[in-house]
């Protein structure tokens, strides 16, 4: 079956760097996204990987490794307005999108 | 990037009525548009993907009759909710995608309570 692994919860402190961790297995690979999403809100894209490597964007960056079907978004300077969920979803080979469960970012003063 | 309008954003109905949820892409042609249903603290759960002029794909356990959707031209989709019930009671959301597939475009969400 297809299945995407990420942490439910994860705290950091203001100012700080956070990396959220995204392993996935599915049926082909066409592209990783992250999304955050503010409760009650839609998602809004963030990144998308298809190539492995680092893709880095202001305070966020994301990475990809094919080969181990993992990938991770990292937030620097961590401001409260950080706190949401952050979504790691893959296109499979269908280029149907695949949804993780999402990461629930706490950000403490 | 691409914007995706989505309306309403909430709707409060009475069980057993019918509710209408459209979706339109503003400045591309979505070839391809899916809905999505959320509930409180999950993730989004795919429920169908439709293409234009053709008959949607529902997902395992999501149903069709209950569940309406047509995508009538490359900007809108609409969602139907028929004969409601507050189980139905939902944070439905569409996105659309480009010709190359490449990245989904979310709408801004329709918060369905059922009363």
């Known amino acids: 079956g297809q299945n995407i692994d990420q942490p439910t919860e994860m705290t950091a402190t203001e100012g700080a760097i956070v990396q959220i961790n995204c392993t996935y297995q599915?049926?082909?690979?066409?592209?990783l996204f992250w999304y955050q999403q503010h409760a009650g809100e839609a998602p809004t894209f963030l990144s998308y990987n298809v190539l492995d490597g680092l893709e880095e964007k202001g305070r966020f960056s994301s990475f990809l490794s094919r080969s181990k079907g993992y990938s991770y978004l990292l937030l620097k300077e961590l401001q409260m307005k950080d706190s949401a969920s952050y979504l790691c979803a893959v296109t499979d080979s269908n280029y149907q999108l695949i949804w993780g469960a999402g990461t629930k970012l706490i950000i403490k003063p | 990037g691409a914007v995706v309008s989505q309306h309403p954003s909430w709707v409060i109905c009475k069980s057993g009525t019918s509710v209408k949820i459209e979706c339109r892409s503003l400045d591309f042609q979505a070839t391809t548009m899916f809905w999505y249903r959320q509930f409180p603290k999950q993730s989004l759960m795919l429920m169908a993907t439709s293409n234009e002029g053709s008959k949607a794909t529902y997902e395992q356990g999501v149903e069709k009759d209950k569940f309406l959707i047509n995508h009538a031209s490359l900007t809108l989709s609409t969602l139907t909710v028929t004969s409601a019930h507050p189980e139905d009671s939902s944070f439905y959301i569409c996105s659309a995608t480009t010709g190359d597939r490449h990245q989904a475009f979310f709408g801004q969400g329709t918060r369905l309570t059922v009363v």
């Open positions: 599915t049926s082909g690979f066409n592209g």
